[in-house]
T-cell receptor, first 110, second 118 residues
Framework: RKEVEQDPGPFNVPEGATVAFNCTYS??????FFWYRQDCRKEPKLLMS???SGNEDGRFTAQLNRASQYISLLIRDSKLSDSATYLC???????????FGKGTRLHILP | GAGVSQSPSNKVTEKGKDVELRCDPI?????LYWYRQRLGQGLEFLIY????????KSGLPSDRFSAERTGESVSTLTIQRTQQEDSAVYLC????????????????FGPGTRLTVT
């Protein structure tokens, strides 16, 4: 099983819709979780950290499910500018290893 | 404030030549990471610095790759005898995390160096 797994997509979603995707991780010692977005031919940018209690930033909501070892990202009222690849990132506490998922591609359709 | 900067932004080199890529992290960031991203692929971890030491070099793909960091600031990634499969974007990121002293693991990326080996 890969350390961090994401559905590569693409997710093709009409503008204004709600979209959600998950990311599973294999190491139960994982301690920190993040979502990054990466636009085509650009560097990844931090979208949000994921806290145990879940957190929200505007239209974006992140959740952590430790029992099932996955994190999720929900985007409400999607905009054309949300089109990007979303990278799940996990830190394993034991050795400070930071692992990036391969990303989920999202296309918002006008 | 200034973000992570990398130079050059683009580098075209002939197979067999050596190249040196530079990363200037955000001032005060103790942790520095190098990644490689081939076209259409995910990020591949290369090496991690905590201050000037590299506790994790496990991602360096071969002994042609080396990296150093000085003054807890600038880092250089050197690729010797470049091969065509080295063609990729090389990304550098930094964070405030410091072993034993806390800080954040949130990484801030530079714009990358696009390396093309002909």
């Amino acid at each position: 099983r890969k350390e961090v797994e994401q559905d590569p997509g693409p997710f093709n979603v009409p503008e204004g819709a709600t979209v959600a995707f998950n990311c599973t991780y294999s190491n139960s010692a994982s301690q920190s979780f993040f979502w990054y977005r990466q636009d085509c031919r650009k560097e990844p940018k931090l979208l949000m950290s994921v806290y145990s209690s879940g957190n929200e930033d505007g239209r974006f909501t992140a959740q952590l499910n430790r029992a099932s070892q996955y994190i999720s990202l929900l985007i409400r009222d999607s905009k054309l500018s949300d089109s990007a690849t979303y990278l799940c990132v996990v830190r394993v506490n034991r050795d400070d290893k930071i692992i990036f998922g391969k990303g989920t591609r999202l296309h918002i359709l006008p | 404030g200034a973000g992570v900067s990398q130079s050059p932004s683009n580098k075209v080199t002939e197979k067999g030549k050596d190249v040196e890529l530079r990363c200037d992290p955000i001032s005060g960031h103790t942790a520095l990471y190098w990644y490689r991203q081939r076209l259409g692929q995910g990020l591949e971890f290369l090496i991690y610095f905590q201050g000037n030491s590299a506790p994790d070099k496990s991602g360096l793909p071969s002994d042609r790759f080396s990296a150093e960091r000085t003054g807890e600031s600038v880092s250089t990634l050197t690729i010797q005898r470049t091969q065509q499969e080295d063609s990729a974007v090389y990304l550098c990121a930094s964070s405030t995390h410091s072993q034993g002293l806390g800080g954040s693991y949130e990484q801030y990326f530079g714009p990358g160096t696009r390396l093309t080996v002909t």
